[in-house]
C-alpha cells in the first residue's frame, strides 16, 4: 500500500494562465510530483528490504533518496496550494490576512524588503532550487531560504509556508531561460490566504522544539 499519494490540483489545468500555462501545469503536476510520489514509496520499500536482509551499506543512500523525493513532494504539495488565478497584489489586513500582512513586516521591515528577498533568493538559487518563505518557531519570525534541489541550507523545524518554484521544469516552456521573468510573474498568482492559513498554523506549534522535559 503506497504511503505517499499525488494530491489533485484545487483549479484546472489552465486556471494559473497567462502567468503559467495550461501544459507546464499538467507536466509538472501529472509527470514530475508523480515522479516525486512514486520515489518517495519506492525507497519505503527498498528500505524495508534492506532492513530485512540487514543490508546496512544501502541505508545511507537509500535515506538520501527518500530525503529528495519526499522533500520534492512537500514542497511542490505546498506550491500548488500557494497559487490561485485570482491572486496576486500583497497582503493586506482589508483582505483578511492582516496577521500575516504584520508578521512579514516585522520580519522584513516592509512587504517590498521581502518581495525583494524572496525574488532574489529564488532567481539565485544555484541550478535547482526553491525560493522559501518559512515560519521559524525558535524566533517566531518569519525567513527567507533558498532550498537546493529540494533539501538543505534551511531551518531545522522551519515550515514553508509560500514556495516559489525554480527549477526549469516549471518554467522553461514557456519563460526559456529567463528565471528571472518567471519569478516576477508569480507574485501575480499568489494565494495570500493560503499562505496565511500556513502562518497560522506554523505559528499555533511553534513551541514544539522547546517543549520542558
Partial sequence: MPVYTLPELPYDYSALAPVISPEIIELHHDK??????????DTLEQ???AREKELWGAV??????LAFHLSGHILHSV????????????????????ELADAITESFGSFAGFK??????SATTQGSGWGVLAHEPLSGRLIVEQVYDHQGNVGQGSVPILVFDAWEHAFYLQYRNQKVDFIEAM?????WQDVQRRYLAAKSRADVLLLAP
Fill in 32 to 41: 514530475h510530483h508523480a515522479a516525486y510520489v512514486k520515489g518517495a514509496n
Fill in 47 to 49: 528500505l524495508a528490504e
Fill in 60 to 65: 545511507n543512500g537509500l535515506e538520501k533518496n
Fill in 79 to 98: 506550491y500548488w496550494r500557494n497559487m490561485t488565478g485570482d491572486g496576486g497584489g500583497e497582503p493586506l489586513a482589508a483582505d483578511g490576512v492582516g
Fill in 116 to 121: 525583494a528577498q524572496l525574488t532574489k533568493a
Fill in 187 to 191: 507574485w501575480q498568482v499568489v494565494d
